[in-house]
């Protein structure tokens, strides 16, 4: 390929084209199957339908790189040079217009992929802390539907910012236009989420009965079977096999919600 990427390239490009691709179809399946089970509108389907698009989009710019190295590489020489006096384009590595175009479609994904999780994450809060919202009224069951449509229509305001001139020529103020809702997103949800878990690990106490229990994972059902069935020594074993079992499942349940909030945030 004559403008395409080094020889030295096309294996690593390889690679990660095809990650991308599975990523794609397993995406695809997943948000297939939650419509499937009639988990059409919820915050995990949302998540992983952007998911997806910015896959899509991804691997789509990933073969116009290859294909067209030498053009986007003398773009984004001109782009630099412009950057002198419109400190904002310094932001993002992508300068001909198929790719900018591809890159907007990642970061507007991004934003919505961000505030799903956001929203999610306070809706989990609220369920765990048991806050009441009957101040609401009758909005109170509107609120989950205008939260997704503003984490869908929100991030097209942010691209759109993006574009202005007086923005893109103030480096702070296309700092913060670009990345505080991502920022924004992963330090309140990071937070609800310690005070999640914080909430959980309570709560499992006061199931126990007794704080001073080490094994706080460990249900009130298997600890008195554990103690209880004794008789035999394969009902002891059943006993000790079953608290085992339980609390395998609690505390890997922690986490398992630890692991996918920091991988998706």
């Not at 999780?117 to 009957?134: E, H, K, M, P, Y």
């Not at 809702?181 to 937070?191: C, K």
């Not at 009965?209 to 009902?235: L, M, V």
Request: aromatic share 14%; proline share 2%.
């Amino acid at each position: 390929m004559a403008g395409g990427i080094p020889q030295e390239a096309v294996a690593t490009s390889a690679v990660v084209l095809i990650y991308s691709f599975i990523c794609l179809i397993l995406v695809t399946l997943l948000v297939c199957l939650l419509i499937s089970f009639g988990e059409r509108w919820t915050f995990v389907t949302i998540f992983s339908a952007f998911t997806a698009l910015s896959t899509l989009g991804s691997i789509i710019q990933q073969f116009h790189y290859a294909f067209d190295w030498r053009i986007i590489k003398q773009a984004q020489f001109d782009q630099a040079v412009k950057s002198l006096t419109h400190p904002g384009l310094a932001f993002g590595g992508a300068a001909e217009k198929a790719d900018i175009i591809l890159f907007f479609i990642q970061f507007y994904s991004y934003n919505v992929m961000s505030l799903n999780i956001l929203f999610w994450a306070v809706t989990l809060f609220i369920g765990a802390w048991g806050i009441r919202s009957n101040w609401l009224g009758d909005w109170s069951d509107r609120v989950p539907i205008i939260t997704k449509a503003f984490a869908i229509v929100y991030p097209i305001l942010i691209v759109g910012l993006m574009q202005i001139d007086p923005i893109i020529d103030s480096l702070p103020a296309f700092f913060i236009v670009s990345n505080i809702t991502l920022l924004l997103s992963m330090a309140i949800g990071t937070v609800l989420l310690i005070l999640i878990l914080y909430k959980y690990m309570k709560t499992r106490r006061l199931v126990v009965g007794s704080d001073r229990r080490g094994k706080w994972w460990a249900s009130g059902s298997s600890k008195d079977r554990s103690q209880t069935d004794f008789g035999t020594n394969g009902t002891d074993r059943s006993g000790v096999a079953s608290s085992t079992r339980r609390s395998i499942y609690d505390r890997a349940l922690v986490t398992r919600f630890t692991i996918g909030f920091s991988i998706l945030v």
